[in-house]
C-alpha cells in the first residue's frame, strides 16, 4: 500500500511540474477496491457544505501490473481533481496530451485491461445476452434480439425493419 501511495506522490508532482491545477483536497492514502472488477480507477468527489475532497480508487487488478500502468492509472484519476474535469472533456484531454507527451503515458478515457497488460479474468468477459424476445423481419429475414420487454416487442406492428418491411414477434 506504501508503494501504491510513493507513486500517487509521484504522479502529483509530475502533474505540478506541468502547471496543472490539480487539487490540494485530495485524500492521501489511495483505496483500493476489490469489488471493482470492470473498472481500473474512480475518482470520487465527496462534497461537504462548500467543501470539495477527493478520494481516489484503484483496483486490486492493477496491483500486479508495470509501476508506469499504475502511474498512469492514478494520473488519469488525478486530472478529475482539476476545475472543469468531472468529466473526459477537452479540458481534461489537453491535460492528458501534456501529461502524455511529457511522460510517455498513454492516457485515454477508456482503457482496456488487454491495453493495460492485464490478463483478463474469464469471470469478467462480456457474457452473451440472453435473448428473451425475438422479433424477425418479414422482408429481409434480420433477426432482431431483445432482453426485455418493449413497446417494439409488444407491438411489433407499430415499427418497421431498416429494409422498410414488417416485424413478427417469435419469442
Known amino acids: 500500500m506504501e508503494y501504491i501511495n510513493d507513486l500517487y506522490e509521484k504522479v502529483l508532482e509530475e502533474a505540478r511540474d506541468l502547471k496543472i491545477p490539480v487539487s490540494d483536497q485530495i485524500k492521501n492514502d489511495i483505496t483500493i477496491n476489490r469489488r471493482a472488477r470492470s473498472r481500473f480507477g474512480c475518482c470520487k468527489k465527496i462534497r461537504k457544505g462548500s467543501r470539495e475532497t477527493f478520494e481516489i480508487e ?9 509501476e508506469k500502468v499504475i502511474k498512469q ?7 478529475h481533481t482539476c476545475p472543469g474535469c468531472d468529466n473526459h472533456g477537452a479540458l481534461w484531454k489537453a491535460y492528458a496530451g501534456r501529461m502524455n507527451e511529457r511522460y510517455g503515458y498513454h492516457i485515454k478515457r477508456t482503457e482496456t485491461a488487454e491495453g493495460l497488460g492485464i490478463k483478463e479474468e474469464t469471470a469478467l468477459r462480456k457474457r452473451p445476452q440472453k435473448e428473451n424476445y425475438v422479433l424477425v423481419c418479414k422482408n429481409c429475414g434480420v433477426r432482431i434480439s431483445r432482453t426485455r420487454m418493449s413497446n417494439v416487442v409488444k407491438h411489433p406492428s407499430h415499427y418497421r425493419c431498416k429494409c ?8
Open 73 to 79: 492509472t492514478l494520473a488519469h484519476e488525478v486530472l
Open 164 to 171: 422498410g418491411g414488417k416485424l413478427e414477434r417469435i419469442r
Open 58 to 66: 484503484l483496483s486490486y487488478r492493477l496491483l500486479d501490473c508495470e
